[in-house]
């Protein structure tokens, strides 16, 4: 699920999509999911961590006042949280096959 605002590689589990927790992006497919009558009993990666909150917007200069460009922050991915979510997800996939 979302991996943006993550710093914990160990925190990065794999659970049955009702069971995630802590991310915003699961929460809003659940509710998706549940407005269809689909089935969320199918494997997700997610993390358990708890994002760190987005930095306030910031002028660039001491004498700008009102800050130019977009004024809500956003929580982006640290490069190596999408690898590792893939690689936990592609192992899981793989031990799968071999049982």
């Known amino acids: 699920m979302g991996a943006g ?3 914990d590689p160990t925190k990065v589990k794999i659970s049955p999509m009702d ?12 509710k998706q999911l549940r407005r269809i009558r689909a089935s969320l009993k199918f494997p997700v990666v997610h993390s358990i961590e708890i994002p760190i909150k987005a930095r306030p ?10 800050p ?6 956003v929580n982006g991915a ?3 949280m999408p ?3 893939g690689l936990m ?7 799968t ?3």
């Open 5 to 7: 605002g993550r710093l």
């Open 68 to 73: 130019a460009g977009r004024p809500k922050a």
């Open 19 to 30: 069971k995630t927790e802590n991310c915003a992006l699961a929460r809003e497919m659940r």
């Open 57 to 66: 917007h910031q002028a660039i200069t001491a004498t700008d006042t009102s």
């Open 97 to 99: 096959l071999i049982k």
């Open 78 to 80: 640290i490069s190596y």
């Open 83 to 85: 690898n590792i979510f």
């Open 89 to 95: 997800m592609s192992g899981y996939i793989i031990q």
